[in-house]
Structures are given as C-alpha cells and as structure tokens.
C-alpha cells in the first residue's frame, strides 16, 4: 500500500507549491474575523453549484467553493478556507488552531449548518491534525459510517439500482435463521434486529466523552432519513424499543 507522502517531500514537490500560489493574500482575508458577523451574512455568489475534485490555483478552487456555498451562511465558506488552507499546507499550526477554535465555540451552529460532506471534512481534519487521541478515535467512526455508505450506495449504483420488491420469503427467513455473510458474521434481522440499537447505546456513551463527539451522533442521525441502507431498513423496523435512530 502507498504510503502519504511525508513533508519534506511535500515541501519538494513543485505541484504542492503550485497549491499555495496566492497563500498569504487568502490567509490575511480570513485573519482576525468576526465569527458573529459570519454567522449572520449569507454568500452571494449565484447559483450554488457543487464542486467536484479540487482546482490546483487556490483562488480559483476557493471561488469554486464561494459558488458552492452561495446562499449559506459565511461562517460555513470561512470553516470551508480554513479546511483548504490546512490541507495545502499554509502556516498549518495557525490554521488548524483557528478551525479548532471555530468548532469549540460554533459546534452547534456548525453541526446544523454544515452538510454532511463537510462534516466528514472537519472530520478529517480533526484527524490528521490534532493531538487529541480520543477525539481522533471518536470521529473516524463518522469517517467510516459515510464511506462505507458511499461504497454500497456506489455499488448500488452500478447495479442500476433497479429496487426490486422485498423477497417475503427471505424476509422471513431473517427473523427464523441464522445468514451467514462472511467469517462467522451473520445477516440483519430487518425489522426486529437489536445490533444497530446496542450498537447506538455504545455511541452515545461513547462520543458523550468529548464535546466534539457530537459530529459523530449528528452524522449518525443523518444516514437514518434517506438515500442509502440505513434509511431503508429503518423503514422496514417494526420493533420500537430495538430503534436505532432519535424521534
């Protein structure tokens, strides 16, 4: 498996270079701002249009996010520049620690305010960049929830995700028999399985451990409403004190 590149050879590579031209001018647009303000004002940049992959000039990938973000709150483009700017590497320490403070004083906000993609993003950050163990430990659940989503919902996807109806056969084979999936792991009994509600009790002790561990229950929350397998078979749950998700 390729290894990350370390930092020397970042600092060598003319490419990453290329992804900091213009840096400092951004760096001083965002210093000092007033979190408030950001909160109130709402971008202006037409219409939103999400961005797919990342420009190489930082201002034209940073106008590409303005666009994105058009209509939202500017503490959402701001969370979003900071993101950027740690990622190629600009004065990282100053950076990460002004994103760090957004998230500590604007959690709630954030978590309202942020779309999913960019809650893994904060995520991520958190990560790579702090020194907190237990935090870093907390939001890779998020990370994985959400990636492994987008592998079965690509997979999905790939099969023309042609929703054929419930085999009641088979469903009812789940609640009578054991399926074996892989490796002694057994399929979900829908609609009465108790795995993911256990598996909620062991979250919500857990992430109550650090105040940013909210990330991770809101991400959770999320998955249950639409677009992917959570969503469903919470909508083939039948038994109410085996749910999973918050009313």
């Given at each position: 498996?390729?290894?990350?590149?370390?930092?020397?050879?970042?600092?060598?590579?003319?490419?990453?270079?290329?992804?900091?031209?213009?840096?400092?001018?951004?760096?001083?647009?965002?210093?000092?701002?007033?979190?408030?303000?950001?909160?109130?004002?709402?971008?202006?940049?037409?219409?939103?249009?999400?961005?797919?992959?990342?420009?190489?000039?930082?201002?034209?990938?940073?106008?590409?996010?303005?666009?994105?973000?058009?209509?939202?709150?500017?503490?959402?483009?701001?969370?979003?520049?900071?993101?950027?700017?740690?990622?190629?590497?600009?004065?990282?320490?100053?950076?990460?620690?002004?994103?760090?403070?957004?998230?500590?004083?604007?959690?709630?906000?954030?978590?309202?305010?942020?779309?999913?993609?960019w809650l893994i993003s904060a995520a991520d950050t958190f990560i790579d960049h702090s020194t907190d163990a237990l935090l870093k430990a907390?939001?890779?659940?998020?990370?994985?929830?959400?990636?492994?989503?987008?592998?079965?919902?690509?997979?999905?996807?790939?099969?023309?995700?042609?929703?054929?109806?419930?085999?009641?056969?088979?469903?009812?084979?789940?609640?009578?028999?054991?399926?074996?999936?892989?490796?002694?792991?057994?399929?979900?009994?829908?609609?009465?399985?108790?795995?993911?509600?256990?598996?909620?009790?062991?979250?919500?002790?857990?992430?109550?451990?650090?105040?940013?561990?909210?990330?991770?229950?809101?991400?959770?929350?999320?998955?249950?409403?639409?677009?992917?397998?959570?969503?469903?078979?919470?909508?083939?749950?039948?038994?109410?004190?085996?749910?999973?998700?918050?009313?």
């Amino acid at each position: 498996m390729k290894k990350p590149r370390s930092r020397l050879a970042n600092w060598l590579s003319f490419n990453q270079h290329r992804k900091r031209f213009g840096a400092a001018a951004v760096a001083r647009s965002i210093d000092g701002v007033d979190l408030q303000q950001l909160k109130q004002r709402r971008v202006d940049a037409g219409i939103p249009v999400m961005t797919h992959g990342s420009k190489k000039e930082l201002q034209t990938h940073l106008d590409d996010l303005r666009q994105e973000f058009s209509g939202q709150p500017e503490m959402n483009y701001y969370h979003a520049q900071l993101i950027v700017l740690i990622r190629r590497g600009v004065d990282v320490a100053k950076h990460f620690s002004d994103f760090e403070t957004l998230w500590l004083q604007e959690r709630d906000f954030l978590l309202q305010s942020l779309s999913t993609r960019w809650l893994i993003s904060a995520a991520d950050t958190f990560i790579d960049h702090s020194t907190d163990a237990l935090l870093k430990a907390l939001l890779m659940n998020a990370v994985i929830l959400i990636n492994t989503i987008k592998l079965q919902e690509s997979e999905r996807y790939l099969h023309r995700m042609e929703d054929v109806p419930v085999d009641p056969q088979r469903q009812r084979s789940l609640q009578s028999e054991r399926l074996a999936l892989f490796d002694g792991v057994s399929g979900f009994a829908v609609g009465t399985d108790d795995t993911l509600r256990n598996m909620r009790w062991r979250l919500d002790a857990l992430c109550a451990t650090h105040p940013l561990g909210a990330m991770v229950l809101e991400v959770f929350e999320r998955v249950q409403r639409e677009g992917n397998v959570y969503a469903r078979f919470r909508a083939m749950h039948t038994r109410d004190k085996t749910a999973w998700w918050q009313d």
